[in-house]
């Protein structure tokens, strides 16, 4: 990547400051979003105000910002905000980057939650809690619990159900079902859980050098968290409740594979917006002579 240009001297101007941010080979529009997050200032502003000097510290905050851009660090983490389904989402290096693909995941449980009444949700690995916290605001007479294993991680998920008002939404530390109630059944568990492979090589490429491992990868072939989260499902689903998971993009014919071994029905695969195979889901018929192992 080409090296960064000397920064502008202080005091210097708006239109300066966006000057230096093209040069560094920022886009035009990243460099004003980081100057907006700066400042303050809309974007109309810093058109209308272009040639006003900005204070020391946002000219600070601004250089550094555009630093580690320049280095490849995801603008989710340098603004600490995603939109997600339509809502503003508060995010850290401590989670996932809410991606487009994963409201694929969002509107199938959306889909069979629909006839339910007050349904009781699950959700485990939360990470940011847009999952959870989109159906909870979705439905809000749905009861919905977030797990995560990472402390940090649920910090944010808690601040993202204070800030969108999403108060039918619980939280609480667990590795997988550890800490999930044994008398507990839902209506639906759902769960984007790590899946890339430990030797994938895209874990070393773009935003993902920059995100949680534990949240990528199993540390292993990609399907050992899936395993465990079909596997269990079971035992924690009420009769006709769903499992839905997120998965890589070739891992289908696998996650079904784990659902139909476990005894689920209506097994199918739901593709994403580029039209890849993303989310794996089927219903728990009850523990019935047909519905397999329990």
């Given amino acids: 990547m ?10 210097c101007t ?4 966006l000057q230096y941010a093209v040069k560094a080979g920022l886009p035009a529009l990243e460099a004003r979003m980081l100057l907006t997050f700066c400042s303050g200032l809309s974007r109309t502003a810093l058109i209308t105000q272009d040639q006003t000097t900005p204070s020391e510290a946002v000219r600070t905050a601004f250089l550094q910002r555009v630093a580690r851009r320049q280095q490849g660090e995801p603008m989710a983490y340098l603004l600490g905000e995603r939109e997600f389904f339509g809502r503003m989402f508060a995010v850290s290096p401590a989670v996932l980057i809410p991606r487009p693909d994963t409201e694929t995941l969002v509107e199938w449980s959306l889909d069979v939650l629909r006839d339910e009444e007050t349904p009781a949700v699950l959700e485990l690995g939360t990470g940011s809690g847009i999952i959870a916290v989109t159906i909870a605001l979705e439905r809000p007479d749905a009861h919905v619990l977030a797990t995560d294993v990472s402390a940090a991680a649920l910090a944010v998920a808690r601040q993202n159900a204070a800030d969108l008002s999403a108060d039918n939404t619980t939280f609480a530390t667990s590795d997988w079902y550890a800490a999930i109630e044994p008398k507990a059944r839902y209506q639906l568990i759902v769960s984007n859980p790590p899946y890339i492979a430990a030797d994938d090589s895209h874990l070393r490429e773009g935003d993902l050098r920059f995100e949680p491992a534990g949240a990528l990868t199993d540390h292993a072939c990609g399907l050992s968290a899936l395993r465990t989260i079909v596997s269990g499902a079971p035992a924690r689903l009420a009769p006709g409740g769903w499992l839905l998971v997120e998965h890589g993009y070739d891992q ?13 029905a209506e097994v199918t695969t739901r593709r994403d917006l580029a039209g890849q195979e993303r989310c794996t889901g089927g219903y728990w018929p009850g523990n019935t002579a047909s519905a397999g192992p329990a």
């Fill in 2 to 11: 080409p090296a960064l240009p000397p920064p502008p001297d202080a005091p």
């Fill in 14 to 17: 708006i239109s300066t400051l």
């Fill in 252 to 264: 289908g014919e696998a996650v079904r594979g784990l659902f139909q071994a476990a005894g689920f």
